[in-house]
């Protein structure tokens, strides 16, 4: 059936009508005449599969990904740049007029829209290398990934003639183009075609270090920062330069700051940089002991790490600290975190996120006490339909 794209949803798939009935479309963008088939029916919504584009839209952009049309990410890449911003701009104030909050973020570019991910995750299945598909577990076998750094896709086909038939992949890499592999798999791995690689720095297996070091350096305005195979750290250099500089503009000098889900330190070790003395929570231990590597490292001594579950950790907490900075999982905050927010009302909170949804839902239990005065859209997930927010809350 032929149908008219009106409208992009908060996860980047095309929206048409069908009989009245809300009918998602992947890979489509508002414009867009298109003959579908519809993959499964409901009571309140379809969802189809694009057959055929019958008429595009003037500006649509040409997919920059060879694999677009069967890999399930990067949703956005019919769009310029500049539309993938306003699609997101547009997402974030309509979720948070959802609880009733007016909001204009400020969208913040990224440097380099491609060739930016520092970490990619593939699967080997039966002996091909990709992704999932979306909603499937088919593989979408892939020779290179338009997103991910240069050093990074580089490994990809190396990997691909590995003798391996199932593995789980990852990739990470620094800004000096050095890499990590981390495999995790039941087969025997020989390692001799990989350690030839000249920015190779280590090899892990099932948690186990086989070759080189677990760790690498990444530099980001002038801080150095270890990071060890299983830790956390942003995905997008280029944006983490500007996220930081942010979270510095927003630390009051010489105040106390406490960093929730403080990973490798980097939020805390840059708002100490301002801050009269700034504690870090991190519930993986390795992300830990790096934050504490890393306040060496950068010769910062203001700051403190404490491994532990944070959810627990801050009803042990004895000091008051006049700021808060939050960088949460996906799932946001728990309950008992925004019991304790509630209770001890920080003059500031910082609430970085990866996603708005959750977000959104933790704001609306604290938004009758904090002023939310300054939102920021940060593009560090480019041609997905991510975003990462930065909202400056401020005590009533």
């Not at 204009?104 to 990619?120: A, F, G, S, V």
């Not at 990809?156 to 038939?165: D, E, T």
């Not at 990470?172 to 720095?201: A, D, P």
């Not at 490292?297 to 808060?324: H, P, Q, S």
Request: charge should be positive; hydrophobic fraction near 40%; aromatic fraction near 8%.
């Amino acid at each position: 059936m032929q149908v008219l794209i009106e409208k992009l949803d908060h996860q980047g798939q095309g929206i048409a009508y069908v009989d009245g009935i809300v009918t998602f479309v992947p890979k489509c963008i508002p414009g867009d005449v298109v003959t579908i088939k519809i993959t499964k029916k409901s009571k309140h919504y379809n969802q189809g599969e694009i057959l055929e584009i019958i008429q595009k839209v003037p500006n649509r952009e040409e997919a920059f990904c060879p694999f677009y049309y069967k890999c399930g990410g990067c949703q956005l890449q019919n769009l310029t740049y500049d539309e993938t911003l306003d699609y997101k701009r547009k997402k974030i104030s309509n979720i948070f007029q959802k609880i009733n909050l007016v909001v204009e973020p400020e969208m913040i570019k990224n440097p380099e829209p491609l060739y930016y991910r520092n970490k990619i995750e593939l699967k080997m299945q039966n002996g091909h290398l990709g992704f999932y598909q979306k909603a499937t577990n088919e593989i979408v076998e892939i020779t290179k990934c338009p997103i991910t750094s240069k050093s990074i896709n580089e490994l990809i086909p190396v990997i691909a003639k590995l003798n391996l038939k199932n593995a789980d992949v990852i990739i990470r890499s620094n800004l000096k183009g050095e890499v990590l592999l981390i495999f995790k798999t039941q087969e025997k791995l020989n390692i001799n075609s990989l350690t030839n690689f000249h920015n190779l720095k280590g090899i892990i297996v099932n948690d186990k270090l086989v070759y080189g070091v677990d760790y690498l350096i990444e530099e980001i305005n002038g801080l150095k920062f270890k990071i060890t195979y299983d830790a956390f750290f942003q995905v997008n250099p280029f944006i983490a330069q500007i996220l930081f500089n942010l979270i510095k503009e927003n630390i009051p000098r010489n105040e106390t700051v406490l960093d929730l889900y403080s990973g490798v330190g980097t939020l805390t070790l840059n708002a100490a940089l301002k801050a009269k003395e700034a504690l870090g929570i991190e519930i993986v231990a390795n992300a830990s002991k790096n934050g504490e590597a890393n306040s060496a490292l950068n010769k910062i001594k203001n700051v403190t790490f404490k491994w532990g579950d944070v959810e627990k950790e801050i009803t042990r907490l004895k000091n008051n600290y006049a700021t808060w900075i939050v960088d949460p999982p996906r799932k946001g905050l728990d309950n008992k975190t925004i019991a304790v927010i509630l209770e001890k009302r920080p003059k500031k909170i910082i609430y970085v996120s990866c996603n708005i949804h959750t977000l959104v839902r933790d704001l609306a239990k604290i938004k009758d006490i904090y002023e939310v005065t300054k939102v920021y859209g940060l593009d560090m997930f480019s041609y997905t339909y991510h975003e990462e927010v930065l909202g400056i809350l401020n005590l009533r």
